[in-house]
């Protein structure tokens, strides 16, 4: 059964920076990917950011894009989420999910929606204060 642990949220300034953690435990296999979604109140899920754990592929919505980086640490079995620049509209409950995938794959086409993964961490809470 795989498990994923969200932590590192926390209260933070506009214009400043966090970073998420995703503990990740019970893969079969090397191949899968880790993506980050979040949800502020009255609004849909939304994937933001997601790594192959085989290739390192990485794809990164627009809304965050320049501004948070994914990265794994396959030793450790985690994934992170440096969030830089922060703007009040990146508030939101903030979710680590999985796929195990089978084979090494590339996320560019996939990986976007919360339909494509399988296993989800509990959220934690980003606030932006201005």
């Known amino acids: 059964e795989v498990q994923l642990q969200a932590s590192g949220g926390g209260l933070v300034q506009v214009g400043g920076y966090v970073r998420l953690s995703c503990a990740a435990s019970?893969?079969?296999?090397?191949?899968?990917?880790i993506g980050w979604f979040r949800q502020a109140p009255g609004t849909e899920r939304e994937g933001i950011a997601c790594?192959?754990?085989?290739?390192?592929?990485?794809y990164y919505a627009d809304s965050v894009k320049g501004r948070f980086t994914i990265s794994g640490d396959n030793v450790k079995d985690t994934v992170y989420l440096q969030m830089n620049s922060l703007k009040p509209e990146d508030t939101a409950v903030y979710y680590c999910?999985?796929?195990?995938?089978?084979?090494?794959?590339?996320?560019?086409?996939?990986?976007?929606?919360?339909?494509?993964?399988?296993?989800w961490g509990q959220g934690t809470q980003v606030t932006v204060s201005s």
């Open positions: 790594i192959s754990s085989s290739t390192g592929s990485t």
């Open positions: 999910a999985a796929v195990e995938t089978r084979a090494p794959v590339g996320v560019g086409p996939r990986y976007k929606t919360a339909y494509d993964y399988d296993d």
């Open positions: 019970g893969f079969t296999a090397d191949d899968y990917v």
